[in-house]
């Protein structure tokens, strides 16, 4: 079945780290660049970072620069995103996707709150 399932989302204090993983399945991960987007609450889903086949090269938004980090794992079919210094507006349902298709996860939630 091919399929993308996030996990890893709860609730952290400001200040904060925490990791999401994406688990793949069903298709050649190492293949594929991969994305993580998220959607605050009341908003649009909005870009946040993407890896390219192999982890050769990543991108990041401009609200998320210098605080997470997005990898892959090839042997794993995962990818993560390492995210640290959370700050309230960071609180979102976050998604990994694979743009061929489009394929999307379920999302996974990440709440900043003291």
């Known amino acids: 079945q091919v399929q993308l399932v996030e996990s890893g989302g709860g609730l952290v204090q400001p200040g904060g780290s925490l990791r999401l993983s994406c688990a793949a399945s069903g298709f050649t991960f190492a293949l594929y660049t991969m994305k993580w987007y998220r959607q605050p609450p009341g908003k649009g889903r909005e870009w946040v970072a993407d890896i390219t086949p192999y982890g050769t090269r990543t991108n990041y938004a401009d609200s998320v620069k210098g605080r997470f980090t997005v990898s892959r794992d090839i042997a794993k079919a995962t990818m993560f995103l390492q995210m640290s210094n959370l700050e309230s507006e960071d609180t979102a349902v976050y998604y990994c996707?694979?743009?061929?298709?489009?394929?999307w996860g379920q999302g996974t939630q990440l709440t900043v709150s003291s």
């Open positions: 996707m694979r743009p061929e298709g489009p394929l």
